[in-house]
């Protein structure tokens, strides 16, 4: 499976910002896609995720209700939709692949090589 995320950018307080992660090479173990973040010391982050069966969704507390995940099944991918960005949602974004529908980081086992939000305030 491999992943490729795009659609990072500088944005200011308030903006909002569409990541896309493209998958090719989907299997059984890679039926839920999540969305992950890392800003500048401190820990990988889990922001939300997505099966492509079925589409259930899950966000964390910290984006619930601003950010919303979803997917095209035809063209493999899954869009990360962020709205009313906040200088804290700063962050290298990552999405991830894995077989189980946790937000735990190591259910998953492919990464793509993140794409850079930054938030001006």
């Known amino acids: 499976v491999q992943l490729q995320a795009s659609g990072g950018g500088l944005v200011q307080t308030g903006d909002s910002l569409r990541l896309s992660c493209a998958a090719s090479?989907?299997?059984?173990?890679?039926?839920?896609m999540g969305w992950f973040r890392q800003a500048p010391g401190k820990e990988r982050e889990f922001v939300a995720r997505?099966?492509?069966?079925?589409?259930?969704?899950y966000a964390s507390d910290s984006v619930k209700g601003r950010f919303t995940i979803s997917r095209d099944n035809a063209k493999n991918t899954v869009y990360l939709h962020m709205n009313s960005l906040e200088p804290e949602d700063t962050a290298i974004y990552y999405c991830?692949?894995?077989?189980?529908?946790?937000?735990?980081?190591?259910?998953?086992?492919?990464w793509g090589q993140g794409t850079l939000v930054t938030v001006s305030s």
């Open positions: 991830a692949a894995g077989p189980y529908n946790t937000g735990s980081p190591a259910n998953y086992a492919y």
């Open positions: 090479g989907r299997t059984f173990s890679s039926d839920v």
């Open positions: 997505i099966r492509w069966s079925g589409g259930s969704t």
